[in-house]
Every structure is written in structure tokens, then in C-alpha cells.
């Protein structure tokens, strides 16, 4: 694993500016690595009326964009450092674009990790598949 360049890239990009009285980019940096040994970076972008974007959906982007979807590890930060996991909907994302994806590692502290299965133990899908069979 690549976690301290990881974790250099998400930092980077961990950098609170305003672009205008409405979007502010950069309260939180997220790097991955995919199954290519690739890494992705992107940035979170937040503006008014919630018509922004996560950090991670960024760097999920530009992965796609490649045509990769298998994350080996992912770390996003904040701009004082702190290290944080991906909300709900980035959670969810990761699974839909590839169910390796559960195996993905997410730092939590330094060399404490945990697996996107464990944010994401009871799937809806399971549940949708059951009742319709
Ligand atoms: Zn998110």
C-alpha cells in the first residue's frame, strides 16, 4: 500500500478556498489507490442549496474517467489533518460501481484501517434480491 503518498495527495487537496459567495472547495481531500496500482485524488466542493459534491465522488470520477473502478485503499482528510470515512452515499457509491469494492481498505488513524463491508454491513441490495425471488 501507497498510504503515505495517499495521504499526501489528500492533503493537498484538503484546502478550504472560496470560489464565490455561494461555493467553497477543499474541506475535505480524498485519495485512492486502485486495483492498477493508480492513484486518484479529488477534492470536496460545497455550495449553497447542497448542489455539491463529496471529495471521494471526485476522485471516483477521475477513476471512472480511466475506466477503473476497484479501490484498493482510500484516505480523505480534512485541511487540519484529521482523518475521516466516506459519508453514506460514498459508501453506497463504492459498492455499486464494483462489489470488490468491499474489500477496500479506509484509514482511520495511523495503520488502523477498516473495511468498506464493515461501514456497509447490511446492504439493501440483499434484502431487495430476498423479497423478490
Ligand atoms: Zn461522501
Redesign the pocket.
Known amino acids: 500500500m501507497k498510504n503515505k503518498s495517499l495521504i499526501s495527495e489528500a492533503k493537498k487537496l484538503a484546502n478550504k478556498k472560496e470560489l464565490t459567495s455561494d461555493v467553497t472547495v477543499g474541506h475535505v481531500g480524498c485519495a485512492l489507490e486502485t486495483k492498477s496500482g493508480k492513484i486518484y485524488s479529488g477534492l470536496s466542493v460545497g455550495t449553497s442549496a447542497n448542489l455539491g459534491f463529496?471529495a471521494?465522488?471526485c476522485a471516483m470520477a477521475q477513476m471512472i474517467k480511466e475506466g477503473e473502478t476497484e479501490i484498493l485503499e482510500i484516505i480523505a482528510t480534512e485541511p487540519d489533518g484529521k482523518l475521516i470515512t466516506?459519508?453514506g452515499?460514498?459508501r453506497e457509491f463504492m459498492f455499486q460501481i464494483n462489489r470488490n469494492n468491499l474489500k477496500t481498505k479506509i484509514l482511520l488513524s495511523d495503520n488502523k484501517y477498516i473495511t468498506l463491508e464493515e461501514l456497509l454491513p447490511h446492504r439493501w441490495q440483499d434484502y431487495w434480491s430476498k423479497n423478490r425471488s
Open positions: 463529496c471521494e465522488i466516506p459519508c452515499r460514498c
